[in-house]
């Protein structure tokens, strides 16, 4: 900023003012500049006598010298501003550096805002004053209960001016020297909130601290005891047994130390595998599983130790290679120097792994996966019986259902079985989620998911049916596999029961498909002459009126014998028809027989379910009230008599 030299008697055509002008009439001894700045023109003066008396200046002094010149002729220019004129040079420098000291003083006040503002959101004189058991020290000074305290800044220390934050407006502290001046109780209650802000802030602070100076004394000490990694320790491990030599060598220099204490985790269940594979060289470690994995917490009444494992030994390599979370929680059980391969380094290592080796690590993976199934996911005879069809088993049975059981662990976007498909083997989900695909009018769709502790299949090999869609993997899953040929073997010497499951899974299909009802919406909607009456939100009231019906093999779903009291529509299964001449037609999915029932009559061919059947239906009853609700069900009379009795008509 630069203002040109005016003559003494010419006005200059606009005054230029600093600080705060009103200043002088507020008793600011009439500088027109703030208080910092009339202290540091005193100290300057000073400077500038001792300066003279001993007869030499430094560069350093004719610079403050010249500031304090301009400064003094800028305090004149605003008393008379055209008494003095100020070089542009110097009144710059003055300016700039005023402004440096204003902006260093209202830095320092917002800091002092913010601290007392963290401090006053604390919560405890701030919970005190809103509910009026104090009152506030600024209100009281201005009643003149209280001395009014020595800091020049009001409310202690806070500019009012630009403070935006009510709670630190409505419960700002004082500073040390201003507790002298207040009562007894008052200030037992800013010492107690300064001492919780210390517990809150400080006391964490301290322990992170104590806690690094404990890590780098460990890993001083693991330094020192911990052996070596070699290429032959690192074969031993299963996943690395087919490594290059090269590759192993390349391994074992970037491996890091780590150390922890016994009780400490190296490893948390459900976290994510970025955290490292961890090999355990010295001390012992227990692998822990949570019993309800619901809880977080895994303390002595959520954790069941599985093992316990000691040195050499490598954990956490399986959740790298599938990007699932962690299986198990690893805990020391003593003092434990262990050395970690970062995922960053393990990726870069696995993506110059020939393609041959890297399929063997996965197989070799998932084979270890399997051997740690019991460990990991066991199944109980309580878990059995949450299932239906195995519901009215006897103890003895179940045990026998889970000695045949088999460990499979399967990758993400694997098939575990399609649709159409000999359903011959049952599959129990303990870990992961699987997708359910229906083929819809040529297109595959996934219409539901199935988390753990469901089970696959299960009702098809009890039916000796097929498979009635495709299940496909949607993470890395674990399953305990029951194949048809044992789940027979064992029905076979309980022959007994087999009709009571046979039952139970009956139910239980009925229930899916009535909870399941958008899945038949397209076959109400294509019914004959329906599909021209009613409009799609009358078609949605009509698809909730259907009930799901599974018939079992040989059952006799229609005849003529008997009238016809209901709409049917196949959803699943085999149906053969018989025609008038003798002959059996199939029935299709998706068809619908029974539209005519309006008009009084007896069903035409005998249907008989060649396998499991399943089918929605809608009794005539209600059909015939949905009918007469929407005014449609003397149009659909006219029409089904003149399709049945086309002569009467013509």
């Given at each position: 900023?630069?203002?040109n030299n005016?003559p003494?008697?010419?006005?200059?055509?606009r005054?230029v003012?600093?600080?705060?002008?009103?200043?002088?009439?507020?008793?600011g001894?009439?500088?027109g500049?703030?208080?910092i700045q009339?202290q540091?023109?005193r100290?300057?003066?000073?400077?500038?006598?001792?300066?003279?008396?001993s007869?030499?200046v430094?560069?350093?002094k004719a610079?403050?010298?010249r500031?304090l010149?301009?400064?003094?002729?800028?305090?004149?220019?605003?008393?008379n501003?055209?008494?003095?004129?100020?070089?542009?040079?110097g009144?710059?420098?003055?300016?700039?550096w005023?402004?440096?000291?204003?902006?260093?003083k209202q830095n320092i006040?917002?800091?002092t805002k913010r601290v007392?503002?963290?401090?006053a959101r604390a919560?405890?004189f701030?919970?005190?004053?809103a509910?009026?058991?104090?009152?506030n020290?600024?209100?009281?000074?201005?009643?003149?209960?209280v001395?009014?305290?020595?800091?020049?800044?009001?409310?202690?220390?806070?500019?009012?001016r630009h403070?935006?934050d009510?709670?630190a407006?409505?419960?700002s502290l004082?500073?040390?020297t201003d507790?002298?001046y207040?009562?007894?109780?008052?200030?037992a209650t800013?010492?107690?909130l300064?001492?919780?802000?210390?517990r809150k802030?400080?006391y964490?602070?301290?322990?992170?601290?104590?806690?690094?100076?404990e890590?780098?004394?460990?890993?001083?000490h693991?330094?020192d005891?911990?052996?070596?990694?070699?290429?032959?320790l690192l074969?031993k491990q299963?996943?690395?047994?087919?490594?290059?030599?090269?590759?192993?060598e390349d391994?074992i220099?970037?491996?890091?130390?780590?150390?922890?204490?016994a009780?400490q985790?190296?490893?948390h269940e459900?976290e994510?595998s970025?955290?490292?594979?961890?090999f355990i060289?010295c001390?012992?470690?227990?692998?822990i599983?949570k019993r309800?994995?619901?809880?977080?917490s895994?303390?002595d009444?959520n954790a069941?130790?599985?093992a316990?494992?000691s040195p050499?030994?490598?954990?956490?390599e399986f959740?790298f290679l599938t990007?699932e979370?962690?299986m198990?929680?690893i805990k020391?059980?003593?003092?434990v120097?262990?050395?970690?391969l970062?995922k960053q380094?393990?990726?870069?290592f696995?993506?110059?792994?020939?393609e041959h080796t890297?399929?063997?690590?996965i197989?070799?993976?998932?084979?270890t996966?399997?051997?740690n199934m019991h460990?990991?996911h066991?199944?109980t005879?309580?878990q059995?019986r949450n299932y239906?069809i195995?519901r009215p088993?006897?103890?003895q049975m179940l045990q026998q259902?889970?000695a045949?059981?088999?460990p499979c662990?399967?990758?993400k976007d694997?098939?575990?079985?399609?649709?159409?498909?000999?359903a011959d083997?049952?599959y129990?989900l303990?870990?992961?989620?699987c997708?359910v695909?229906?083929?819809i009018?040529g297109t595959?769709?996934?219409v539901?998911t199935?988390?753990a502790k469901?089970?696959?299949?299960?009702?098809?090999?009890?039916q000796?049916?097929?498979n009635p869609?495709?299940?496909?993997?949607l993470k890395?899953?674990?399953?305990?596999?029951?194949?048809?040929?044992?789940f027979?073997q064992?029905l076979q010497?309980?022959?007994?029961?087999?009709h009571?499951?046979?039952?139970?899974?009956?139910?239980?299909?009925?229930?899916q498909?009535?909870?399941?009802?958008?899945?038949?919406k397209r076959?109400?909607?294509a019914?004959?002459?329906?599909?021209?009456l009613?409009?799609?939100?009358?078609?949605?009231?009509l698809?909730?009126?259907f009930s799901?019906k599974?018939?079992?093999?040989?059952s006799?779903?229609?005849?003529?014998?008997?009238?016809?009291?209901?709409l049917?529509?196949?959803?699943?299964?085999?149906?053969?028809?018989?025609?008038?001449?003798?002959?059996w037609?199939s029935w299709?999915?998706?068809?619908?027989v029974?539209y005519s029932c309006v008009?009084?009559h007896?069903w035409s061919?005998k249907?008989?379910?060649?396998?499991i059947?399943e089918?929605?239906?809608?009794p005539?009853?209600?059909?015939?009230s949905?009918l007469?609700?929407?005014?449609?069900?003397?149009?659909l009379?006219?029409w089904v008599?003149?399709l049945m009795?086309?002569k009467?008509?013509?």
């Amino acid at each position: 900023m630069q203002v040109n030299n005016v003559p003494a008697t010419t006005k200059p055509s606009r005054t230029v003012r600093f600080g705060n002008a009103g200043s002088a009439k507020k008793g600011g001894k009439g500088t027109g500049l703030p208080p910092i700045q009339r202290q540091l023109s005193r100290s300057l003066l000073i400077q500038q006598r001792s300066t003279k008396q001993s007869g030499v200046v430094s560069s350093k002094k004719a610079i403050l010298l010249r500031r304090l010149t301009s400064m003094r002729k800028l305090e004149q220019m605003q008393q008379n501003p055209n008494a003095v004129s100020c070089s542009p040079s110097g009144f710059s420098e003055v300016v700039d550096w005023a402004m440096a000291a204003s902006t260093r003083k209202q830095n320092i006040r917002a800091k002092t805002k913010r601290v007392l503002g963290a401090i006053a959101r604390a919560g405890m004189f701030s919970k005190l004053v809103a509910r009026g058991a104090v009152v506030n020290p600024a209100f009281r000074i201005k009643s003149g209960q209280v001395p009014a305290p020595t800091t020049t800044v009001s409310n202690w220390g806070i500019d009012r001016r630009h403070s935006t934050d009510p709670v630190a407006e409505s419960a700002s502290l004082p500073t040390a020297t201003d507790l002298s001046y207040l009562p007894i109780n008052l200030k037992a209650t800013f010492c107690d909130l300064a001492s919780a802000t210390l517990r809150k802030y400080l006391y964490p602070r301290s322990l992170l601290w104590l806690q690094r100076l404990e890590t780098k004394r460990l890993l001083e000490h693991g330094r020192d005891v911990c052996p070596e990694m070699t290429v032959e320790l690192l074969r031993k491990q299963t996943m690395f047994k087919k490594w290059p030599q090269s590759m192993l060598e390349d391994v074992i220099k970037v491996l890091e130390l780590s150390s922890c204490e016994a009780g400490q985790f190296i490893i948390h269940e459900d976290e994510a595998s970025g955290s490292g594979i961890f090999f355990i060289m010295c001390g012992n470690v227990k692998v822990i599983k949570k019993r309800n994995r619901h809880k977080k917490s895994i303390g002595d009444d959520n954790a069941a130790t599985l093992a316990t494992l000691s040195p050499v030994v490598c954990v956490g390599e399986f959740s790298f290679l599938t990007e699932e979370p962690r299986m198990a929680s690893i805990k020391a059980a003593t003092r434990v120097h262990c050395l970690v391969l970062r995922k960053q380094d393990f990726a870069r290592f696995v993506k110059h792994l020939p393609e041959h080796t890297f399929s063997q690590i996965i197989e070799t993976a998932f084979e270890t996966r399997n051997k740690n199934m019991h460990l990991a996911h066991p199944i109980t005879e309580e878990q059995l019986r949450n299932y239906s069809i195995f519901r009215p088993c006897p103890s003895q049975m179940l045990q026998q259902f889970i000695a045949e059981l088999q460990p499979c662990a399967m990758p993400k976007d694997a098939t575990v079985c399609k649709s159409g498909e000999f359903a011959d083997k049952m599959y129990f989900l303990m870990n992961g989620s699987c997708g359910v695909f229906r083929k819809i009018c040529g297109t595959e769709i996934h219409v539901a998911t199935i988390k753990a502790k469901d089970v696959i299949c299960d009702v098809p090999v009890l039916q000796n049916g097929t498979n009635p869609n495709t299940y496909k993997t949607l993470k890395t899953c674990d399953f305990w596999v029951l194949t048809k040929s044992s789940f027979d073997q064992v029905l076979q010497a309980n022959l007994s029961i087999v009709h009571l499951m046979m039952k139970a899974a009956r139910d239980l299909r009925q229930q899916q498909l009535s909870e399941q009802k958008n899945l038949f919406k397209r076959s109400v909607s294509a019914i004959p002459l329906l599909q021209n009456l009613c409009s799609d939100s009358q078609i949605r009231e009509l698809v909730k009126q259907f009930s799901a019906k599974v018939y079992k093999p040989l059952s006799v779903i229609i005849s003529p014998a008997n009238c016809a009291d209901r709409l049917i529509i196949l959803y699943n299964g085999n149906i053969k028809i018989q025609t008038s001449n003798k002959t059996w037609v199939s029935w299709s999915e998706g068809q619908c027989v029974g539209y005519s029932c309006v008009v009084s009559h007896r069903w035409s061919h005998k249907a008989i379910a060649l396998d499991i059947v399943e089918c929605v239906e809608v009794p005539r009853i209600e059909f015939e009230s949905f009918l007469k609700k929407h005014n449609v069900y003397h149009k659909l009379v006219a029409w089904v008599k003149r399709l049945m009795f086309p002569k009467a008509f013509d």
